[in-house]
C-alpha cells in the first residue's frame, strides 16, 4: 500500500490514531507506538485532563437513610459536617421545647435528606442531574421566604444563639419552659410576615 502522503513510496506502518498508511519518513515513533506527523501534533497540543477531586461522602443512598436515623449521623456519611450539627442542635431543642409533633417530622426529615443527598451524587458521578424532593421543597420555600443570603454566616449566628441557649439553661439562668409557652408567637409572626409578603405581591 503507497504513503498516504508520499504516493510513490510504499508504506511500512499505519498511525495508531488514524491508521493512515505512512512510509518510513513519515513514521513518528513514541515510545513503541506508530504516529504520524498530524496526530502527533495533536496529541501535544491536546490540554491535558483536569484532575477531578473524588467526592467527598458517601454515594450509597440506602446506607445513608439508615444512619440518617441517628440525628446527625446521616450528614456526616454525606460529608456535611456543619449541617450535621445543625440537625443535632434543632433535634435537640425540639426535644427540649416539647414540640412532639415537630420532633417527629424532624426526625423523620433526616433520613430522607441524607437519603436525597446521597442518591444525588450518585447520580451526578454517573453524568446525572436531577431535583430531589428536598431540592423542590427548598425552591418552594425560597420563593416564599426569599433567598437567603451568607447562609455559612446566617447558619453560625444560629449555632451560636442555640449552643448559648442550651449553655444558660444547663447553668438555670435561661429556662426552655419559657419558650415553650411562647413558642406559638412563632408562628403568629410568620404568618404576619407571609401576609405582607402577599401585599405586596398583590400591590405591584
Given amino acids: 500500500m503507497p504513503c ?8 511500512e506502518a499505519f498511525c495508531t490514531q488514524c491508521g493512515r498508511a505512512l512510509c518510513k519518513e513519515c513514521v513518528r515513533m513514541v515510545q513503541s507506538s506508530v504516529y504520524c506527523e498530524s496526530c502527533l501534533a495533536a496529541s501535544i497540543n491536546k490540554p491535558p485532563k483536569a484532575a477531578v477531586p473524588p467526592p467527598i461522602g458517601g454515594d450509597k443512598p440506602d446506607i445513608a437513610f439508615v444512619l440518617g436515623l441517628i440525628p446527625g449521623v446521616g450528614a456526616i456519611y454525606n460529608g456535611e ?4 450539627a445543625i440537625h443535632v442542635l434543632v433535634f ?3 426535644i ?10 424532624f426526625y423523620f426529615y433526616m433520613p430522607f435528606e441524607a437519603y436525597y443527598t446521597a442518591k444525588k451524587r450518585k447520580l451526578a458521578a454517573q453524568g446525572l442531574h436531577i431535583d430531589t424532593p ?5 425552591e418552594q420555600i425560597n420563593e416564599r421566604v426569599g433567598e437567603i443570603k451568607d447562609k455559612e454566616m446566617w447558619g453560625g449566628i444560629g449555632l451560636i444563639a442555640l449552643g448559648a441557649l442550651f449553655l444558660m439553661n444547663s447553668f438555670g439562668v435561661f429556662s426552655f419552659i419559657v419558650v415553650r409557652n411562647l413558642w406559638p408567637v412563632v408562628l403568629i409572626v410568620a404568618g404576619v ?9 398583590t400591590s405591584r
Fill in 4 to 11: 498516504a502522503t508520499h504516493t510513490e513510496t510504499q508504506s
Fill in 81 to 84: 459536617y456543619f449541617k450535621a
Fill in 92 to 94: 435537640g431543642l425540639l
Fill in 96 to 105: 427540649n421545647l416539647d414540640l412532639i409533633l415537630f420532633s417527629v417530622a
Fill in 134 to 138: 428536598i431540592d423542590r421543597f427548598r
Fill in 193 to 201: 410576615i407571609l401576609l405582607l409578603r402577599s401585599r405586596e405581591k
